[in-house]
């Protein structure tokens, strides 16, 4: 699966890493491997599995797009596929900038999967304008090197669509085809008091009081309830009791540590989206504002709602046919129940196929292969993946035992021996070359990045044992 025949075709995927590669939690937090959101992971572990096919190699590129690795990109690769989620918003338009530059010098084929406009529930996408110039330029460049550019919805298709562009297909996100054209979801005929439910929810979609107070019912009403989170800023709550983001002001969701959920170790946060999936397959409901979230417990064959609280959520639903709810009609008085049982996946199990059948048209069309059409379907992956052991699930950081402290510490020991070492490297070459004049540079320089790299956790881990 990591190897490749001689001569055979090389693809460069964006993502976070490797569905291959294991990392400590530590070390998956640090280097900030799910780009602030862990869903973004849940599609692109898919297009990993989707495109790895025989004599074909797969390599992660990261999320950042590096302008000046333009050359050795064209030298190494056949092919750069970009999947991608909310990527036109004015929050994401540094990073949009510089992955247009990388594409603009690229001379292969790109590929985007499943981009996505954000704008409101009522598709308006008036607040985008101040983009339009830069969005152009990108979908440009990628045209010129594809024969189309894959949408996540009608949103988005309609938006490119206004702004002069036809090559534009709907084929959703790559992360409901993970397992191709086959999507069984098991659904019981009601929820009981015993029902396990797994619940998730934005920072800025909680802020809803109707979204908060059907939460709030779940916690009371259901006591095998727990809430999954997916910010960044959320797993660094549970594994360091970090409180420096502005997300910690929104004490009301149970990733902050003074919430009775948080506090009786009924939350959960997952790197890796293999153990995500597994551990949604022994829950009985699924339900939120986390499209991604959801879209794994729906791959788990665990049933799942949407509760969509922007076009980039509705336009996904709406053309995977998920059962789903927009939150500003979501009724007063909602609860688990009712939601279960308005919840029909007919539509969304028996358009299934049809939708997968243009997602690799899509892919053909682009000069791109599947595992499903054109290798063993997956098992290969699949059997690479049952060898490796992944990190567990980041859990609320209630207790100073001696095992959690040592972790955390022994990880941090070893992040300052890393550093020590690379300062004296620095300053052994820089005397070295006749340059110890920059030596004392060197060093503050090199404090800096210690400073960085070490100080912030440490804090948190000594902050956390006192606590």
């Known amino acids: 699966m990591t190897s490749m025949p001689r001569g055979g075709r090389r693809?460069?995927?964006?993502?976070?890493?490797?569905?291959?590669?294991?990392?400590?939690?530590?070390?998956?937090?640090?280097?900030?491997?799910?780009a602030t959101n862990s869903g973004n992971l849940v599609f692109s572990d898919a297009a990993f599995k989707i495109l790895s096919t025989p004599g074909t190699e797969v390599v992660s590129a990261g999320t950042r797009a590096d302008v000046s690795a333009a050359g050795r990109i064209n030298d190494e690769y056949d092919v750069f596929v970009v999947p991608l989620a909310n990527a036109f918003r004015p929050s994401f338009e540094r990073q949009l900038r510089r992955l247009t530059r990388l594409v603009q010098r690229l001379k292969i084929p790109v590929v985007v999967l499943g981009v996505g406009a954000q704008a409101g529930l009522n598709y308006d996408a008036t607040r985008l304008a101040p983009l339009t110039p830069l969005?152009?330029?990108?979908?440009?460049?990628?045209?010129?090197?594809?024969?189309?550019?894959?949408?996540?919805?009608?949103?988005?298709?309609?938006?490119?669509?206004?702004?002069g562009f036809q090559d534009v297909e709907v084929i959703g996100?790559?992360?409901?085809?993970?397992?191709?054209?086959?999507?069984?979801?098991?659904?019981?005929?009601?929820?009981?008091?015993?029902?396990?439910?797994?619940?998730?929810?934005?920072?800025?979609?909680?802020r809803n009081k109707r979204l908060a107070a059907l939460l709030a019912r779940t916690y009371a009403d259901y006591p095998n309830v727990r809430f999954v989170g997916q910010n960044l800023s959320e797993a660094r709550q549970l594994h360091w009791r970090d409180l420096s983001d502005p997300n910690s002001r929104v004490t009301s969701i149970p990733t902050h540590p003074s919430h009775p959920l948080y506090q009786a170790d009924k939350v959960r946060l997952y790197i890796d989206p293999i153990t995500w999936i597994r551990e949604l397959a022994d829950v009985d409901y699924s339900f939120g504002s986390r499209i991604h979230g959801n879209i794994a417990a729906l791959l788990a064959g665990t049933p799942a709602t949407v509760i969509c609280a922007d076009?980039?959520?509705l336009e996904l639903a709406r053309y995977f046919e998920i059962p789903h709810h927009?939150?500003?009609?979501?009724?007063?008085?909602?609860?688990?129940?009712?939601?279960?049982?308005?919840a029909d996946f007919g539509p969304l199990v028996k358009g299934h196929k049809e939708r997968f059948l243009?997602?690799?048209?899509?892919?053909?069309?682009?000069?791109?292969?599947?595992?499903?059409?054109?290798g063993d379907g997956g098992a290969a992956f699949e059997a690479e993946m049952a060898k490796l052991t992944f990190a567990p699930p980041v859990r609320p950081w209630n207790t100073a035992d001696l095992d959690s402290v040592s972790t955390r510490f022994n990880w941090l020991h070893d992040r300052l021996d890393e550093a020590t070492r690379r300062t004296a490297q620095l300053e052994r070459a820089l005397t070295?070359?006749?340059?110890?004049?920059?030596?004392?540079?060197?060093?503050?320089?090199?404090y800096?990045?210690?400073?960085?790299?070490?100080?912030?956790?440490?804090k948190r881990a000594l902050r956390a044992r006192r606590d």
Do not use: W
């Not at 995927?13 to 937090?29: F, N, Q, T, W």
């Not at 054209?181 to 998730?200: G, M, Q, W, Y």
């Not at 243009?358 to 054109?374: C, M, P, V």
């Open 326 to 342: 927009r939150l500003s009609d979501l009724p007063a008085d909602m609860n688990a129940a009712d939601l279960y049982a308005a």
């Open 311 to 313: 076009s980039r959520t």
């Open 358 to 374: 243009r997602f690799t048209g899509f892919l053909a069309r682009n000069g791109l292969e599947n595992t499903f059409e054109h």
């Open 173 to 206: 996100c790559p992360s409901l085809f993970l397992h191709g054209d086959r999507l069984p979801i098991h659904k019981a005929e009601s929820l009981t008091p015993e029902s396990r439910l797994s619940v998730n929810g934005s920072h800025s979609a909680l």
């Open 448 to 458: 800096r990045r210690v400073r960085s790299a070490v100080g912030r956790p440490l």
């Open 135 to 163: 969005v152009k330029e990108f979908v440009s460049a990628v045209l010129d090197r594809s024969a189309s550019i894959g949408v996540r919805g009608e949103f988005t298709e309609q938006y490119l669509r206004d702004l």
């Open 432 to 446: 070295g070359s006749g340059r110890g004049g920059t030596a004392a540079g060197a060093r503050k320089s090199a």
């Open 11 to 34: 693809i460069l995927l964006r993502s976070g890493k490797s569905p291959l590669s294991v990392l400590s939690i530590e070390d998956a937090l640090q280097q900030n491997v799910i």
